[in-house]
């Protein structure tokens, strides 16, 4: 693959990546409302059904209930969500620096392998010591395993750039 092919492919899933460290960072902004939204929503697509579905309702109920309680009590908060969804937008300018120059800049790649393996163990120990489902706890972990594609993508192009002419 020529210079041009790995340097597009590398823009292409930094691209991807930021965009979903975006998004990320923009939905945790009305966390009450879509959580609220998703509980209503996924209660009537899937009661009924049984089995994982049944959990994901009664945990989504109660994680409506949580917020609602507490923003109603506490809504300042909130605001520690709101610096969570502002790192995320902060994460995802720091790739903009290897989206221009991906070798000068391929440090940023580590960091956000090493980011995304950090998910894992964090999703597995916070999670068991603040009572989120083994299974919600999974969901968390394949963030940081499907970060990690792109990042890899992005980190095998790079080394072909370095040593290419």
């Given at each position: 693959?020529?210079?041009?092919?790995?340097?597009?492919?590398?823009?292409l899933?930094?691209?991807?990546?930021?965009?979903?460290?975006?998004?990320?960072?923009?939905?945790?902004f009305?966390?009450q409302?879509e959580?609220?939204w998703?509980a209503?929503?996924?209660?009537?697509?899937?009661?009924g059904?049984?089995?994982?579905?049944?959990?994901?309702?009664?945990?989504?109920?109660?994680?409506?209930?949580?917020?609602?309680?507490?923003?109603?009590?506490?809504?300042?908060?909130?605001y520690g969500?709101?610096?969570l969804?502002?790192?995320?937008?902060?994460?995802?300018?720091v790739?903009?620096?290897?989206?221009?120059?991906p070798v000068?800049?391929?440090?940023v790649?580590?960091?956000g392998?090493?980011?995304?393996?950090?998910?894992i163990?964090?999703?597995?120990?916070?999670?068991?010591?603040?009572?989120?489902?083994?299974?919600?706890?999974?969901?968390?972990?394949?963030?940081?395993?499907?970060?990690?594609?792109?990042?890899?993508?992005?980190?095998?192009?790079i080394?072909y750039?370095?040593?290419?002419?």
């Amino acid at each position: 693959m020529p210079f041009t092919q790995h340097l597009q492919r590398i823009r292409l899933w930094l691209a991807l990546f930021m965009s979903g460290l975006v998004l990320s960072g923009a939905t945790a902004f009305p966390l009450q409302t879509e959580v609220h939204w998703l509980a209503r929503h996924m209660e009537r697509i899937l009661v009924g059904t049984g089995g994982t579905s049944f959990s994901l309702v009664m945990w989504l109920d109660r994680v409506d209930l949580a917020l609602t309680a507490t923003g109603r009590s506490f809504p300042f908060l909130s605001y520690g969500t709101d610096w969570l969804a502002f790192a995320h937008l902060v994460i995802a300018v720091v790739f903009i620096g290897p989206y221009i120059d991906p070798v000068k800049n391929k440090w940023v790649i580590t960091f956000g392998l090493i980011a995304c393996a950090a998910v894992i163990p964090l999703a597995l120990v916070a999670g068991a010591v603040r009572g989120i489902p083994w299974w919600w706890r999974m969901i968390d972990c394949s963030f940081g395993i499907v970060g990690s594609i792109p990042l890899l993508i992005c980190r095998k192009s790079i080394m072909y750039l370095e040593g290419s002419p």
